[in-house]
């Protein structure tokens, strides 16, 4: 075998197809896998102009973006990727991907273009962008679900509630003790149910107002460390806070998020010192990476996830109020913003919380919504 036969047997093998033009767009050589794309022979593309391979309604565009390449190939890059349908023989047509490589001969320039048949690729992002639709539309309407219902679920509560207090009221002390007790079971009862309620329809909303604004997160901290005041000054909690980043979010669910991890962070101290919280963020390519941490009392590492989870508590009610909703409207928070959450902790020396935002995701909601 001869060098141009090497060549040629080299130039056939490849994976994808190979199609050379001269500086009109016609087509001086193909490889097979041109042959095989397209359902053309070799005989039958040489000399053709290069819109034979793409549907005819794209054929007037293209000659002309075709002809602008040709005359200033040097202000595209060597190899400028694009996606577009191509047409076979029979008239099909098909996804492809090309690349554009403009080579200046002594006399002439040519313009090398490698096709890669993306077909089972556009299928695959089809699958996933319905099934993605799909998911989309089962999340809404599970939340338009728990928020209609827990809104229905208020008022009979709140009857409850008034009539146990107007029973205590007239009839306190006029029972025995178990009935004073049993009154005291259900008013407590129902006093944290419209908490879990109330819990849940902001779990609910979460993503439901998609406007994104400039966040500065260290407003929201001082803003939060006012509202904290009173807890703050029963516990002796102190703050570390470094400089934190102007982010693009939602407002108010980024102070939900701060006030979620701040409170904690005060609630679940060590009975021995004051709690020490510090509050960080470091700026990455992508997203910005904060942090949440303090000397409270931990937390098992076989419960790193379910923490997140709702309504999952690690302690009873007695030992440390609340609904077990925080946590993971906090997750539900950060991933409405592109980022994820996670805890690292050790059991009696404290947990940091971290938590990403993204840049650019927030970025295209903001400019949609501006527009």
Same mark, same amino acid.
């Given at each position: 075998?001869?060098?141009? *036969?090497?060549?040629?047997?080299?130039?056939?093998?490849?994976?994808?197809?190979?199609?050379?033009?001269?500086?009109?767009?016609?087509?001086?050589?193909?490889?097979?896998?041109?042959?095989?794309?397209?359902? /053309?022979?070799?005989?039958?593309?040489?000399?053709?102009?290069?819109?034979?391979?793409?549907?005819?309604?794209?054929?007037?565009?293209?000659?002309?973006?075709?002809?602008?390449?040709?005359?200033?190939?040097?202000?595209?890059?060597?190899?400028?990727?694009?996606?577009?349908?191509?047409?076979?023989?029979?008239?099909?047509?098909?996804?492809?991907?090309?690349?554009?490589?403009?080579?200046?001969?002594?006399?002439?320039?040519?313009?090398?273009?490698?096709?890669?048949?993306?077909?089972?690729?556009?299928?695959?992002?089809?699958?996933?962008?319905?099934?993605?639709?799909?998911?989309?539309?089962?999340?809404?309407?599970?939340?338009?679900?728990?928020?209609?219902?827990?809104?229905?679920?208020?008022?009979?509560?709140?009857?409850?509630?008034?009539?146990?207090?107007?029973?205590?009221?007239?009839?306190?002390?006029?029972?025995?003790?178990?009935?004073?007790?049993?009154?005291?079971?259900?008013?407590?009862?129902?006093?944290?149910?419209?908490?879990?309620?109330?819990?849940?329809?902001? /779990?609910?909303?979460?993503?439901?107002?998609?406007?994104?604004?400039?966040?500065?997160?260290?407003?929201?901290?001082?803003?939060?460390?006012?509202?904290?005041?009173?807890?703050?000054?029963?516990? $002796?909690?102190?703050?570390?806070?470094?400089?934190?980043?102007?982010?693009?979010?939602?407002?108010? *669910?980024?102070?939900?998020?701060?006030?979620?991890?701040?409170?904690?962070?005060?609630?679940?101290?060590?009975?021995?010192?004051?709690?020490?919280?510090?509050?960080?963020?470091? *700026?990455?390519?992508?997203?910005?990476?904060?942090?949440?941490?303090?000397?409270?009392?931990?937390? *098992?590492?076989?419960?790193?996830?379910?923490?997140?989870?709702?309504?999952?508590?690690?302690?009873?009610?007695?030992?440390?109020? $609340?609904?077990?909703?925080?946590?993971?409207?906090?997750?539900?928070?950060?991933?409405?913003?592109?980022?994820?959450?996670?805890?690292?902790?050790?059991?009696?020396?404290?947990?940091?919380? /971290?938590?990403?935002?993204?840049?650019?995701?927030?970025?295209?909601?903001?400019?949609?919504?501006?527009?």
């Amino acid at each position: 075998m001869n060098e141009l *036969e090497t060549y040629k047997a080299a130039f056939d093998s490849a994976q994808d197809g190979i199609i050379i033009c001269n500086h009109h767009g016609k087509i001086l050589l193909v490889n097979r896998r041109v042959e095989t794309l397209f359902g /053309y022979s070799e005989k039958e593309l040489i000399a053709q102009p290069i819109e034979i391979l793409i549907p005819r309604r794209f054929h007037h565009h293209h000659v002309d973006v075709r002809d602008h390449y040709l005359k200033q190939p040097s202000l595209k890059e060597m190899e400028t990727r694009k996606e577009l349908n191509a047409c076979r023989k029979d008239g099909s047509e098909f996804f492809v991907e090309i690349s554009l490589s403009p080579i200046q001969l002594k006399d002439r320039m040519i313009v090398t273009t490698v096709v890669r048949d993306i077909t089972q690729k556009k299928e695959a992002e089809r699958k996933i962008e319905v099934q993605n639709k799909l998911l989309l539309d089962q999340n809404q309407e599970l939340e338009r679900f728990a928020y209609i219902a827990s809104h229905d679920l208020q008022e009979p509560l709140r009857t409850v509630s008034n009539y146990v207090t107007l029973f205590n009221k007239k009839y306190e002390g006029q029972l025995d003790k178990n009935a004073d007790l049993y009154l005291e079971y259900i008013s407590s009862a129902t006093l944290q149910m419209q908490l879990l309620i109330r819990d849940l329809l902001t /779990y609910s909303k979460i993503g439901f107002d998609k406007s994104r604004n400039d966040v500065d997160c260290n407003l929201i901290v001082k803003a939060i460390i006012a509202d904290l005041n009173k807890a703050i000054a029963e516990s $002796g909690a102190e703050f570390m806070i470094a400089p934190l980043p102007v982010v693009i979010g939602n407002m108010v *669910e980024l102070k939900s998020l701060f006030q979620n991890l701040i409170s904690n962070a005060i609630k679940y101290r060590n009975k021995i010192g004051n709690p020490l919280i510090s509050i960080a963020a470091v *700026e990455h390519k992508n997203e910005y990476l904060f942090s949440i941490t303090d000397n409270g009392i931990g937390i *098992e590492s076989k419960f790193y996830e379910r923490i997140f989870i709702i309504f999952q508590k690690l302690h009873g009610q007695k030992e440390y109020d $609340g609904t077990g909703i925080g946590l993971a409207q906090s997750k539900k928070i950060v991933e409405h913003h592109g980022g994820k959450i996670w805890v690292e902790s050790e059991v009696g020396k404290g947990s940091t919380f /971290y938590f990403t935002i993204a840049k650019e995701l927030n970025k295209q909601i903001k400019e949609i919504n501006t527009n």
